[in-house]
């Protein structure tokens, strides 16, 4: 066991592959959960969602995470994540993982309006799944915090989707909430022809989350996406007069922020611990209002 951990932990950290994935998920419990999958929120073959919620009900409604995976907007999928669904789940958190169309079928804003289509989703369909459609938190990692950022952040998104005012809160890993498209040579194509590049730059609508519970993480070691884009974001967010948190991790990259959420790996860093004592004091805040 101890060398599957291994192989699993240094395949993941080179590079969420499909290899590498499977092998974290095949060491996450499958009685710990309960699984409904490939729901559609659309038509498009990309929009689908799984959701996972915890194995014991009768516990009234629970908090819920709509979770968005990196991939450069241009490859990725919802079931390679079973690892942080089983993480919450576990957690009492009704988890929501959503695939999204993706380049080349799709530019820019496409995956974003599917963002805030799966919201409109789960606000609409999440209480038949023991969950909170008062208490719903988007949640992304890297390219996927950079949908849910937008999604959270401009509420053109979510009022397109008939989705107005249905997020809680904010939890961003590693995303590029300040980067330049037309600058950042691997994914210029994503955006490039799509009009203003400005509206992708999530920086830009910080005033939309000075009235969410905002929760941003990111590794001092990420050389992928900087530590500065969480910073950027935090502070524009706290200028307008919100409350946002960070916490930055040391010795900890860009996929090692995700691994840390796969029960072999959380002594790397205490990122779930901490997304879930967010959840639940924010949550607490709500209920008491």
């Known amino acids: 066991m101890l060398r599957w951990i291994t192989v699993a932990f240094t395949a993941f950290l080179s590079g ?13 419990p499958s009685g710990s959960y309960r699984l409904d999958a490939g729901l559609p929120y659309g038509s498009d073959p990309r929009q689908i969602l799984d959701v996972y919620r915890p194995k014991a009900d009768g516990q009234g409604v629970r908090p819920v995470v709509l979770f968005f995976y990196g991939g450069s907007w241009k490859f990725g999928s919802r079931t390679q994540y079973k690892f942080l669904g089983e993480a919450f789940a576990s957690h009492g958190i009704v988890t929501v993982i959503a695939d999204y ?16 289509h799966a919201l409109q989703w789960v606000r609409t369909h999440i209480e038949a799944y023991g969950g909170n459609g008062r208490g719903i938190y988007l949640m992304g990692h ?20 008939g989705a107005e005012n249905a997020v809680h809160g904010f939890i961003g890993l590693a995303g590029p909430y300040a980067f330049h498209p037309e600058q950042t040579e691997n994914v210029r194509d994503v955006f490039l022809g799509t009009g203003d590049l400005e509206r992708a730059r999530p920086i830009n609508y910080a005033r939309g989350g000075k009235d969410l519970a905002v929760f941003l993480a990111h590794g001092r ?3 992928t996406v900087l530590p500065a884009n969480t910073e950027q974001l935090t502070s524009q967010i706290n200028a307008y007069g919100g409350s946002a948190r960070a916490v930055f991790y040391d010795d900890i990259g860009h996929i090692g922020i995700m691994a840390a959420f796969a029960r072999p790996f959380r002594k790397r860093a205490p990122v779930l611990n ?4 967010f959840i639940q004091e924010t949550q607490a805040f709500q209920a008491s209002q």
């Open 101 to 116: 169309r993706v380049y080349p079928a799709v530019k820019f804003p496409a995956f974003v309006n599917d963002g805030a």
């Open 142 to 161: 890297s390219a996927g915090a950079h949908i849910a950022a937008l999604v959270a952040l401009d509420p053109s998104y979510a009022a397109a989707a």
């Open 16 to 28: 969420c592959t499909n290899a590498a994935m499977d092998a974290v998920n095949a060491l996450v």
């Open 274 to 277: 901490d997304v879930v004592k």
């Open 221 to 223: 070691a990420d050389t």
